[in-house]
């Protein structure tokens, strides 16, 4: 998930800009309004997700969150707010807010709400996704085949879930960048090849492969009986 973090405070902003990276997610960190603007336009349409203070050094996160719902943008946003107050927790909604928490939280409990907005916003209902005997679960960080637990690092198992979400779709090598690393992060797109091979070895046996498509990048579906074959007829002396 690659995802716009938009909170001044230090201590916080850096707990949750740990947090997500550790989890394998990419993160752009901004701590101010204006930083927050900058991001946003030079990013338009890579972001899943934005989370977004209201009380910001040089301006409001309602103004910022009224400005992408003018764009009609359905970028998913979840607020964060000091006030507890229902009717302030009702404006924010009304502005077009996905969801929000009242500080202080739970880092789990964000995590789950900030999966379960950009889940809401993809038309899915659970956080289980299946391709063939591959299944992820993305609440639970766990991956399995034929119900076998695969052991994958973080960025491996963001990479499965960028691409098991949209099997046979194909993203390019810039397209996966964006989702697994952020602007501040020292990474080329050799990177992705990386993981790529790393990810394809630990689901080799699950009856799905990741396909490089020449030219254009990769995509995800099921092993076909052909694939079977041919990998059969290579084994054989």
């Known amino acids: 998930m690659r995802l716009l973090l938009v909170e001044d405070n230090e201590d916080l902003g850096d707990a ?6 550790g989890s394998g997610h990419a993160v752009d960190w901004a701590r101010s309004a204006p930083e927050a603007e900058d991001y946003l336009r030079a990013e338009a349409g890579g972001y899943d997700l934005v989370i977004l203070d209201i009380m ?4 409001d996160g309602r103004e910022i969150l009224q400005q992408i719902r003018a764009r009609e943008d359905d970028l998913p ?3 964060l707010t000091a006030r507890s107050q229902v009717t302030d927790r009702v404006h924010l909604l009304d502005l077009g807010a996905d969801d929000y928490m009242t500080k202080p939280f739970d880092v789990a409990e964000l995590d789950a709400r900030c999966r379960a ?12 996704v299946q391709v063939g005997a591959l299944e992820l679960d993305a609440a639970a960080s ?3 085949a034929d119900g076998q637990p695969l052991d994958l690092r973080s960025r491996e198992l963001r990479l499965l879930e960028v691409l098991i979400a949209q099997p046979g779709q194909v993203f390019s090598k810039g397209q996966l960048m964006d989702k697994l690393f952020g602007l501040a992060d020292d990474a080329s797109e050799n990177a992705i090849e990386v993981y790529i091979g790393r990810l394809r070895k630990k689901i080799q046996d699950s009856g799905v492969v990741i396909e490089t498509v ?4 990769y995509r995800l579906r099921e092993a076909v009986q052909e694939d079977a ?3 059969t007829q290579r084994q054989q002396p």
């Open 142 to 144: 766990r991956v399995t």
């Open 56 to 59: 910001l050094p040089g301006g």
């Open 214 to 217: 020449r030219g254009l990048g």
């Open 16 to 21: 949750l800009d740990r947090h997500f990276r």
């Open 117 to 128: 907005v950009v889940r809401r916003r993809h038309g899915q209902s659970q956080s289980l």
């Open 229 to 231: 074959r041919e990998k």
């Open 77 to 79: 946003v979840l607020m």
